[in-house]
């Protein structure tokens, strides 16, 4: 927005910091949310209710809505196969949930599940609330943006490429291919056999190649190797369960990002200091 020299000055606000919730306080971002985050209707009938899960260590959140069992929106037989795909997929990354099933009971897919994916910050993020003509600011510790997890869905793709034979194909995605740095046992091709005098002794070895951190094969399998180790950590890290609240409930949490001192801060930063602590100029 260009200002102009002619423009009126409406209002002066001061300003109130407050850092209570320090690196508590998160933006949840949901790109491909077109409705409010609620459990539908019948689900809340029936007891049910948003729940979540964090992953401290490796700042991972997940957020479980329940889906609208009504018979006139919900398959009840594709359930049971979609629910069946989650509970494998869970026990392979090991994230069961700590519901049991019954010997005669078959899970099904009630849920709907938004896994979050860390925004990095460039600069310093704030949340600004205008309160009593006060404008008040508290610092953002971590924006999440959340989206919905369907990896069931490889587990059911793998399985019935597998009952069509198909398994073998080019496009499997059982795993990650091999890392080219860590070589198996090298195997000497077959020959034709020779007559008993032209044997010799052979010796094979394997030998790993070493890494190298520019752009060629050796850097490219570093930069795997880490991703891996970072897939790994996420999966052997064990969720903790958390309460979510929805905007109702949440009232009192929201008045700890108020500042309630009036005592009057004195920047001890020149202007020139400012200006050379931003990045770019």
């Known amino acids: 927005m260009d200002l102009d020299e002619n423009d009126e000055l409406v209002s002066i606000l001061p300003i109130h910091f407050c850092d209570a919730l320090a690196t508590n ?9 077109t409705r409010p985050l609620q459990a539908p209707p019948s689900a809340v009938l029936s007891g049910k209710r948003i729940a979540a899960r964090i992953k401290p260590e490796t700042r991972r959140l997940e957020i479980h809505v ?4 009504r018979p006139e929106v919900y398959n009840s ?7 069946a795909g989650r509970v494998e997929d869970d026990r392979g990354k090991n994230q069961e949930r700590k519901e049991k099933y019954k010997d005669d009971e078959v899970p099904r897919l009630t849920e709907v599940r938004l896994k979050s994916e860390e925004i990095v910050h460039r600069g310093a993020h704030v949340l600004g609330v205008i309160r009593d003509g006060k404008l008040h600011l508290h610092p953002i510790g971590e924006t999440h ?12 793709s793998r399985k019935s490429r597998r009952s069509r034979g198909t398994d073998s194909d ?3 995605d059982d795993g990650p291919p091999p890392d080219p740095d860590e070589a198996g046992p090298v195997v000497a091709p077959k020959k034709e056999k020779k007559a008993a005098g032209d044997a010799k002794e052979v010796h094979v070895s394997a030998r790993k190649s070493e890494d190298q951190s520019g752009p060629g094969q050796g850097g490219l399998s570093a930069v795997r190797r880490e991703m891996l180790h970072i897939i790994r950590a996420e999966e052997d890290e064990q969720w903790e369960d958390l309460e979510f ?3 109702g409930e949440s009232s009192a949490d929201l008045e700890a990002i108020f500042s309630q001192s009036d005592e009057v801060l004195d920047c001890s930063t020149n202007f020139s200091a400012f200006l050379k ?3 770019g100029l």
């Open 25 to 33: 306080l998160q933006i949840h971002q949901f790109p491909h949310l």
């Open 66 to 69: 329940p889906i609208d069992t």
């Open 77 to 83: 037989e594709k359930s049971k196969e979609l629910g």
């Open 145 to 156: 943006q959340f989206r919905p997890t369907l990896t069931y869905l490889d587990i059911l």
């Open 170 to 172: 080019s496009d499997s």
């Open 245 to 247: 609240r929805d905007s």
């Open 277 to 279: 602590s931003i990045s």
